[in-house]
């Protein structure tokens, strides 16, 4: 066997620090065995983490949902996320924090896993469709799958199991779109694999609503308080496939992603088929966002 050559990222796994290539849980997890735990997914800028707090209160009730008993509090957890940025030496970066149910027997009965495994990884990524996405923007497709109704699954939680997700995904690949856009099962648009979608006509943003099927997106809420302050009007409601098509300007919202624009939906141009400058003007000000200390928590100190 040849020598593994240790890269300088490190993993935080329950309190220890692994290089990523020792980061390992066990197989009888059941975060593994059965998508049982949930993640929250946030950005670093500059030496302050966005809205944390926001992210860690949301973790928080993901896991009582799920009656989930993270063995950390919401202090511990965050001085937890603020000391990998510090051992991995990042100011900018992607955070992936994970809680799984932990190791258990082979069964989807959850009380045979005695403790929770918490997980951190912080990686200088860039935007998850790529850097030109931000200029140029992104085509989408208007996939088959269905998002999961929300009397089967609440997208409420941010849940390991994302195949739903990954189904739409792979459609979207094999019809050469850049990413998927899923409908609810009545037929109105629900979201995309990970982002929020919004539209802008005649004055109006619209954004789908929690009947939908989708997650209450961070960014999605930063985006709904900055277009207010732009005095633009602001509605969450049922969109349907005809109206996205036919709107002026259509973006996605997520942290991974941040804010992007489309230009085409089943390759149909979206309005003139560039980049709005509605969208151009909204991603403006949440880059202002980011960067304003006033949103964020600084690596450097300790989080209370």
């Not at 302050?48 to 992210?55: A, D, K, L, S």
């Not at 602001?234 to 005809?242: A, E, F, G, L, W």
Request: proline content about 4%; aromatic content about 8%.
């Amino acid at each position: 066997m040849g020598v593994i050559k240790l890269s300088s990222t490190l993993v935080f796994i329950d309190g220890e620090f692994y290089p990523k290539e020792h980061a390992k849980i066990s197989v009888y997890d059941h975060g593994l065995l059965y998508g049982d735990g949930i993640y929250e997914g946030m950005r670093c800028y500059s030496g302050y983490v966005f809205q944390m707090n926001e992210h860690l209160e949301r973790l928080m009730k993901s896991a009582k949902s799920l009656r989930i008993e993270i063995p950390y509090n919401k202090q511990e957890i965050g001085e937890f996320v603020l000391e990998t940025l510090r051992k991995n030496r990042l100011n900018n970066a992607y955070i992936r924090l994970l809680v799984t149910r932990g190791i258990g027997a082979i069964g989807p009965d959850p009380r045979s896993c005695k403790r929770p495994s918490l997980i951190i990884i912080v990686e200088d990524l860039p935007n998850v469709h790529g850097t030109d996405a931000l200029t140029k923007g992104i085509s989408m497709a208007i996939v088959s799958i269905r998002r999961d109704a929300i009397d089967a699954t609440s997208h409420e939680i941010k849940s390991l199991n994302y195949l739903n997700s990954i189904q739409a995904k792979m459609e979207s690949i094999q019809y050469n779109a850049d990413d998927a856009i899923l409908l609810d099962s009545r037929g109105f648009i629900s979201e995309s694999p990970i982002c929020n979608i919004f539209i802008y006509s005649n004055g109006e943003i619209a954004t789908p609503h929690s009947g939908n099927g989708i997650l209450l997106g961070i960014t999605r809420q930063n985006v709904i308080e900055i277009a207010k302050e732009m005095g633009l009007s602001v509605v969450q409601r049922d969109i349907t496939p005809y109206e996205l098509i036919n709107a002026d300007e259509v973006f996605i919202t997520g942290t991974h992603a941040e804010i992007v624009g489309v230009t085409k939906v089943n390759n149909i141009e979206i309005g003139s088929g560039c980049v709005g400058e509605i969208t151009k003007q909204i991603m403006s000000r949440f880059r202002e966002r980011t960067l304003n200390p006033k949103f964020g928590t600084p690596i450097e100190k300790q989080f209370v």
